[in-house]
């Protein structure tokens, strides 16, 4: 998982997270867990796309945006590569 600072690039997202999920359960679960936690903050999550499609983006609010990736589908995207230029805040392996 890393989360980059993406501040000083754009106007349309001050955060992304990336992480790798195992499977489509996996993904659904943190897309569960997230959408319970945003809900008892009073936010909402907005997900777009499908668990089986390899990729999904969560609109979490506040220009924080998750992205689940399948391995095989993080690697062709390559997030990171297009956002080189953002300042890493965290990666944990």
């Given at each position: 998982m890393v989360?980059?600072?993406l501040t ?15 499977n489509i ?69």
């Open positions: 989360l980059l600072d000083q690039l754009n106007a349309f997202a001050d955060y992304f997270v990336i992480a790798t999920v195992d359960r996996q993904a659904r679960a943190i897309l569960d867990a997230l959408a319970g936690t945003m809900r008892e903050r009073g936010g909402k999550l907005q997900p777009e796309g499908d668990p089986e499609s390899g990729w999904v983006m969560a609109d979490a609010g506040n220009g924080v945006f998750v992205h689940l990736f399948s391995q095989e589908s993080r690697v062709y995207y390559n997030l990171e590569g297009l956002w080189s230029r953002a300042q890493e805040v965290v990666r944990i392996q």
